[in-house]
Nanobody, 124 residues
């Protein structure tokens, strides 16, 4: 069983930066692929970024490439999303997700573990 808790969301001006953190419980954190999803009002949930268990593989949505960086610290059971050059269209609730199967994480379906979400609001 894995529990995920996000933090670091908030209100920021366009062009600013935020760093989201996902803290995970459990002793086998490095076995899990991790991802950040987001969902804006009236829109479908979308995959923003993902990282493999040991961090050797990363994925980014085209909309965030060059602006967002996903990372993880397996010694601290944490994953991070560094967001820079934020735009108003980045406004959404951001969710941390984890699954032992990285492909499951990348497809966004039947993911076993989700956090409660953290609101990111970018003002223009």
């Amino acid at each position: 069983q894995v529990q995920l808790v996000e933090s670091g969301g908030g209100l920021v001006q366009a062009g600013g930066s935020l760093r989201l953190t996902c803290a995970a419980s459990g002793r086998t954190f490095s076995s899990y692929g991790m991802a950040w999803f987001r969902q804006a009002p009236g829109k479908e949930r979308e995959l923003v970024a993902a990282i493999s268990g040991r961090g050797f593989y990363t994925y980014y949505a085209d909309s965030v490439k060059g602006r967002f960086t996903i990372s993880r610290d397996n010694a601290k059971n944490t994953a991070h999303l560094q967001m820079s050059s934020l735009k108003s269209e980045d406004t959404a609730v951001y969710y941390c997700a984890a699954d032992v199967n990285l492909n499951t994480v990348l497809t966004g379906t039947r993911i076993n573990y989700w956090g409660q979400g953290t609101q990111v609001t970018v003002s223009s």
